[in-house]
């Protein structure tokens, strides 16, 4: 049994939370024949937070800058939690000192970068994951399927979105990811990615598009202490804060296989607190998928006879081995964490045997080209192309 050794940086926030917790888990699921792993680095910039971290991987160092664990000889892998601004940098360092490395989505700022890191992985010959958790999902596996068997035929319309409320109030504190330095593409690479991964998963790859990008609350109040989805009374003393990156976008593409693609999402869809949902139309049936039922998907088949066609709800259970792995009856759902614990096993399994899986940086890239093309076609108020490279 090989064990892979971890690091995960920004372990105070919520996806190092999730993290950590999923590689400490994943076996209790899926065994440990395809590796384990143990959390021996914990980095976080917080002193206030790092206090805490101690107990929830014990025997782990704290460290409170990144640069302490990327050369470390005792560490296999760089698992990134940090805000966007920091991906490339950081992922490029650990690359370059011959370490796999996970890193939340988005990949990087600009596809440029994403295609740096994606090259430098490859020579150095090294295992990557972006954190593009949803698809992992069991559900998603069969919707691929059901496509990739020609059930639905040729593919010829993908239409998709995700909203949420967070920023739903003008008077929703500031915060990081509303800063245009530390997240420079905002919702498109908070959210959109989400979208922009299904599309890659199951359709194929974006050839061009135009997309139109909006701030629909120019400045918001700064309260000390709020993070994601928290909220404050203010006091009327508060400084205000420009949001220097999109709350919102739609967009119209095509893509490289031909099919055309419907899509929006934003983080001030007052009421949403999740809506994420998507429907793939084919020539000869479709799919229709939401969160709200999140192990179940619509299928529709016009091979059905005529007084018989009709959407059909297939609920993925313990037939699929993903599933099984969690729950032995069907219709009991998996949740985010339990996409994060799939994602973390592949991870270490990718690492263990030596193969990646999807999605690894060449993936991340061709998301990132998505969200370049959204920046640069809303500035340019015009259709974009995108390099299929």
Excluded at 4 to 24: D, N
Excluded at 114 to 141: Q, S
Excluded at 234 to 243: D, I, N, Q, R, Y
Excluded at 344 to 352: K, N, P
């Amino acid at each position: 049994m090989a064990e892979v050794r971890v690091a995960v940086l920004g372990a105070s926030g919520w996806m190092g939370k999730v993290h950590t917790m999923a590689y400490q888990t994943f076996p209790h699921f899926f065994g440990t024949a395809g590796g384990t792993a143990r959390v021996v680095a914990l980095v976080e910039a917080n002193p206030a937070a790092a206090a805490e971290l101690a107990a929830r991987a014990p025997g782990a160092k704290i460290h409170k800058h990144w640069q302490a664990v990327i050369d470390d000889p005792d560490i296999d892998l760089i698992d990134i939690c940090l805000p966007d601004s920091f991906h490339h940098e950081v992922a490029k360092a650990a690359l370059e000192a011959g370490k796999h490395v996970y890193c939340e989505k988005p990949l990087a700022d600009t596809a440029a970068e994403a295609r740096e890191l994606a090259d430098l992985a490859r020579a150095k010959g090294v295992i990557t994951r972006v954190g593009h958790a949803f698809p992992r999902n069991p559900v998603h596996d069969l919707a691929k399927e059901i496509i990739t068997s020609g059930e639905i035929g040729e593919i010829t319309l993908f239409k998709g979105c995700q909203h949420i409320d967070m920023y739903g109030d003008p008077l929703a504190p500031f915060m990081w990811r509303a800063d245009g330095a530390r997240a420079p593409t905002g919702i498109v690479g908070d959210t959109g990615s989400h979208v922009f991964s299904f599309m890659e998963f199951l359709v194929g790859r974006v050839s061009s598009l135009v997309a139109n990008n909006i701030i629909a609350t120019p400045r918001r109040p700064v309260v000390e202490g709020q993070g994601y989805g928290g909220a404050a009374a203010l006091t009327g003393k508060e400084e205000w804060a420009e949001v220097t990156n999109p709350d919102a976008t739609q967009l119209l593409c095509t893509f490289e296989n031909g099919a055309s693609g419907v899509v929006d999402f934003s983080r001030i869809a007052m009421g949403r607190k999740f809506m994420q949902t998507y429907e793939i139309y084919g020539t000869k049936g479709s799919l229709a998928y939401t969160y709200d039922e999140v192990n179940r998907i619509r299928f529709y088949s016009h091979a059905d006879r005529s007084g018989r066609r009709g959407f059909r709800e297939i609920d993925v259970g313990p037939e699929h081995p993903t599933y099984a792995a969690f729950l032995p009856l069907p219709n009991f759902a998996l949740g985010y964490n339990e996409s994060k614990i799939i994602e973390v096993a592949e991870v270490i399994r990718s690492i263990v045997g030596g193969t990646p899986m999807w999605p690894t940086f060449e993936t991340g890239h061709h998301i990132t080209q998505i969200v370049d093309a959204c920046m640069a076609s809303s500035r340019q108020r015009a259709w974009v192309d995108i390099p299929l490279v």
